[in-house]
Nanobody, 115 residues
Framework: QVQLVESGGGLVQPGGSLRVSCAASGSNFRLCTMGWYRQAPGKQRELVAAITSIGSTNLADSVKGRFTISRNNAENTLNLQMDSLKPEDTAVYYC?????????WGQGTQVTVSS
């Protein structure tokens, strides 16, 4: 069982930066592929970035060069550094853990990019 709690969302101006974090509880976090998804109003949830247990990363084309995903297995944390934010990045961001024994979601954190 894994529980995920996101933090760090908020309001930021276009071109600004924001960092969202996910704290995971439960054992074997380090064995799970972790990811960030987002869902904007009226749109489907989409994968933003993912990182495997050994640190291989995958980013959506729309965020490549602007977002960085990282994890700290010793502290059971997942981070998403978001730079050069655009209004179209506005969404609820969800932390996801894909583990051998199940898939888990956090409650989400709102990120709003607006002037």
């Amino acid at each position: 069982q894994v529980q995920l709690v996101e933090s760090g969302g908020g309001l930021v101006q276009p071109g600004g930066s924001l960092r969202v974090s996910c704290a995971a509880s439960g054992s074997n976090f380090r064995l799970c592929t972790m990811g960030w998804y987002r869902q904007a109003p009226g749109k489907q949830r989409e994968l933003v970035a993912a990182i495997t247990s050994i640190g291989s990363t995958n980013l959506a084309d729309s965020v490549k060069g602007r977002f960085t995903i990282s994890r700290n297995n010793a502290e059971n944390t997942l981070n998403l550094q978001m730079d050069s934010l655009k209004p179209e990045d506005t969404a609820v961001y969800y932390c996801n853990a894909a583990c051998r024994y199940g898939t888990y979601w956090g409650q989400g954190t709102q990120v709003t990019v607006s002037s």
